[in-house]
């Protein structure tokens, strides 16, 4: 399911479970349909394991953090949203803020032509403003996905939306740069790059989640638990 990096939260570990806990049967809710894969793609197979190349992608975190966790997602997917607004600042306090590891963002775009294109704009955003303003438009992305049940079959995300919802967050000028590195087709090359990815992993659904190139299935406590161990081991190799 990165900085010159997102702002991080000064909150201790310990607060961050006591507002899990707070929220623990909205959680448990959206945890049953995001990591069991409820937004699915049919006819395809889950692997294991891949080798993946992490360059030019856009990530929260330190450099240096011993374990990388990939987000799959799509911006027309409602668990997606829900995912971002609700479990991945969990993932940031716990893991990423304590630098255990790094949370990166890939694109599997697959409902409809909105999913394309809101994905390749955000790579062209990352290409032209870098990694902190791809997060703030990403999550900008998230929070205007349209609420209407029948959203994910219109054409919403127009790319004068797009640049509309950018201008929110940059200069006129840059946002100038980022529609002209999406019309030239530039950022189509970083987008396939992470479709390909997702087909050879065998991502099914989206959210999905890989840690270390394996994908993860389970609570948050269980990815908690499984990316600790994955940095401990490092630290003792």
């Known amino acids: 399911m990165a900085n010159n990096k997102k702002s991080n939260k000064n909150q201790q570990p310990s607060s961050a479970k006591f507002v899990f806990w707070m929220v623990g049967i909205v959680v448990v809710f959206i945890l049953g349909f995001i990591f069991l894969g409820n937004h699915t793609k049919p006819d395809e197979k889950a692997k294991t394991k891949e080798t993946i190349d992490y360059s030019n ?3 929260l975190g330190d450099e240096s953090a011993p374990v990388s966790i990939i987000e799959f997602g799509d911006y027309k997917c409602p668990n ?4 971002s607004e609700g479990i991945v600042p969990i993932i940031q306090q716990e893991l990423v803020d304590s630098g255990k590891a790094k949370f990166y963002f890939m694109n599997d775009s697959f409902i409809n032509i909105d999913s394309i294109r809101s994905a390749k704009f955000a790579e062209s955003v990352f290409q032209e403003l870098g990694n902190e303003t791809f997060w703030k438009f990403h999550d900008k992305l998230f ?6 049940p029948n959203a994910e079959k219109m054409d919403v995300f127009t790319e004068k939306f797009l640049a509309d919802t950018l201008k929110e967050l940059v ?3 840059e946002a100038k740069k980022v529609v ?3 019309q030239a087709k530039k950022s189509d090359k970083a987008w396939e790059k992470d479709m390909e990815y997702a087909k050879k ?18 609570s948050i406590d269980d990815l908690i638990n499984m990316v600790e161990k994955a940095a401990k081991g490092k630290k003792n190799e």
Do not use: H, I
């Open 171 to 173: 200069s006129d000028d």
């Open 180 to 182: 002209e590195n999406f």
């Open 143 to 148: 929070a205007k996905q349209p609420k209407d």
């Open 80 to 83: 997606c949203k829900q995912f």
């Open 201 to 218: 992993l065998g991502v099914t659904g989206t959210p999905t989640l890989f840690v270390n190139g394996k994908m993860f299935t389970g």
């Open 57 to 59: 992608q856009p990530f």
